[in-house]
């Protein structure tokens, strides 16, 4: 493999630096994230063709806030500044940032910007356009050697540029999709002014990847959780084909898979030359759960069973401490986890092993925890993975207990199971499943009056959900035609008992999320 050309993006702790990374990929030119505190002498043994400084949620101005060594504008490096990064670039070459006035330039959300088309930022772009704001400081003067290639009403200075010296620096946020055109503003930066070839590939990431697995993992063996998705059957594919038969795959059967799931993954897997292991564990998960009903207190105690049950069946196949456990964890459970700067949404259960697990192995490897759910399936194909698998819609490591509103029993699962079962049957059955992203039932715990027959019936409350989506982060509430709908209720209440209403969840992401705890 050559000299790769890489990019670096700096992180200044905004929220969206993930993001960043993902549209460099998206325009096929390698990047790594790392840290601002980076030296300037790590800065060169990195090698970029160019710089990203990220978006934060500091001020330049303040001493306590994050800085950059000066000398990374004497590199001769080509740099581009969001937001925060913006302004850092400003404040060190000689500008001056302030806090913006009320009603003068503090800007948030979409705002009409024009764009300067002659600068290198913004070739064979529309000249105005929607960006994404969102700062509360303002470039009150430029460095000198810069021009204002954007404004918008508010702000005379929403882009600025030095191209002799191939440094942008932009207020709003490119990498969102809010931003029409921001992909192309970056794929402007890192064609026109860094001078990308755009040689990287998925292709490219999956041979490297294994390679890199196969140095840190040396002659050692790893456990890896196998739970039939997209992300662990992908990684499950990298790691067979770094180390061989030098992985166990550990399927946790936790009594909280949908109706026939768990024979269905032990059957597809069986068939893979790899070695597969089934443990049942069902009154395990279920009796740690009576009498639970905190959705947090559900994810904390399924996450760390699953630790228990992988160092047990590490334990029983003489995986040792110089050995590894290997996850495949991706970068939403990583930032919907709280972790970083973020606010904690819902733990992801791969993000909750207890310490002692964690040290009975050498070290816990998450090779895709940088990658979003799309880019793990276009991976998947990377390696040969059937279609069925690669489209997989995403099932929750906690399994039905976060769908069963209130205490989980074996009954309430059952009749999850039951209801889940016709719904995804119908879905099916109607041509939806390959158009919609995430179809499941939920269990409410609210109990309400009908009339069936001549009784009185006072049952169970399920609600259906749908979304549509590609990354996870985001989703748009699936719009179900109505007769499949009336399809699926008609037969759930018939067939399943014990439900008497059904409705549908009509909610995005955000305000609500994908699964319901
Ligand atoms: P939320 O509910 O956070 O879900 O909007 C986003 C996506 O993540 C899945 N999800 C999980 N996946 N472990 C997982 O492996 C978890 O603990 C977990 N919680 C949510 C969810 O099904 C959706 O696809």
Known sequence: MGKQQKILVLDFGGQYNQLIARRVRECNVYCEVRPYTMTIGEIKDFDPIGIIFTGGPNSVYLETSPQVNKEVFDLGIPILGICYGCQLMAHHL?????????????????????????????????????????????????????????????????????????????QFHPEVNHTEHGV????????????????????????????????????????????????????????????????????????????????????????????????????RFLSKLKGVVDPQQKRRIIGAEFGYVFRDEAERFGITKSDFLAQ????????????????????????????????????????????????????????????????????????????????????????????????????????????ISQYFAVLTDTRSVGVMGDGRTYDNLLALRGVTTTDFMTADWARIPYEVLDRVSVRIVNEVGHINRIVYDITSKPPATVEWE
């Open 94 to 170: 000689g500008g001056k940032v302030t806090a913006a006035q009320e009603d003068t330039a503090r800007e948030y959300g979409k705002t009409k910007t024009f764009y300067n088309t002659c600068c290198r930022l913004f070739r064979g772009l529309p000249a105005e356009g929607i960006s994404w704001m969102s700062h509360g400081d303002y470039m009150a003067k430029v460095p000198e050697g810069f021009e204002l290639v954007g404004h918008t009403d508010a702000c005379p200075n929403a882009a600025i540029a030095d191209e002799r010296r191939g440094f942008y620096g932009v």
């Open 184 to 283: 192309d503003m970056i794929r402007n930066f890192l064609y026109n002014v860094c001078g990308a070839k755009g040689e990287w590939t998925m292709g490219d990431f999956c041979k490297r990847t294994v390679a890199g697995l196969k140095e840190r993992i040396g002659t050692g063996r790893v456990l890896l959780a196998l739970s039939g998705g997209v992300d662990s059957s992908v990684l499950a594919a990298l790691l067979a084909e770094a180390i061989g038969d030098r992985l166990t795959c550990v399927f946790v059967d936790h009594g909280l898979m949908r109706k026939n799931e768990g024979d269905e993954v032990e059957s597809a897997f069986s068939k893979w030359d790899i070695n597969f292991v089934r443990v049942n564990a069902e009154e």
């Open 328 to 435: 495949g964890t991706i970068y939403p459970d990583v930032i919907e986890s709280g972790e970083g700067d973020a606010d904690v949404i819902k733990s992801h259960h791969n993000r909750l092993l207890p310490p002692e697990v964690v040290a009975r192995f050498k070290d816990v490897l998450e090779p895709l925890d940088h990658l979003f759910k799309d880019e793990v399936r276009q991976l998947g194909r990377e390696l040969g993975l059937p279609e069925y698998l690669v489209m997989r819609q995403p099932f929750p490591g906690p399994g039905l207990a976060i769908r069963i509103i209130g205490e989980v029993t074996k009954e309430k699962a059952d009749l999850l199971r039951d209801a889940d079962y016709i719904y995804r049957e119908e879905i099916a059955k109607a041509g939806l499943d390959t158009k």
